[in-house]
């Protein structure tokens, strides 16, 4: 992962992925960047991975029939809910599992 501290580039060891398996159509991150959200072309699930491991915290089911989806957002002050809408004329909110900081026994738990 490549990031800036203090003004300059710093590279971490990079971490891929396998999100979906048909193309990803959006990917956004929460405001502490502790997030990253996926969707595929489909627009059938959201997946929420842990950006810092890689790991997939929750997957989040929008509808079981294909859609365009139009937007993907984490809720911009705490982070606690996740929404997307689509051409099927919906819009879905979803709550965001919580994740512990550091000192934690367990780094990641359901919402």
Do not use: Y
Request: proline share 3%; charged share 25%; glycine share 6%.
């Amino acid at each position: 992962m490549t990031h800036f501290v203090d003004g300059k580039l710093q590279n971490d060891s990079s971490i891929v992925i396998a999100a979906h398996q048909t193309p990803i159509s959006f990917l956004t991150l929460n405001r502490d960047s502790s997030l990253l959200a996926t969707m595929s072309e489909q627009g059938t699930l959201i997946r929420l991975f842990n950006s810092e491991t890689g790991d997939k915290v929750s997957e989040l089911r929008r509808g079981s029939e294909s859609a365009c989806i139009q937007h993907l957002a984490f809720e911009w002050e705490k982070g606690d809910f996740i929404t997307c809408s689509s051409d099927r004329e919906t819009i879905h909110v979803f709550k965001c599992p919580e994740i512990k900081t550091a000192e934690s026994p367990s780094s990641i738990t359901s919402g």
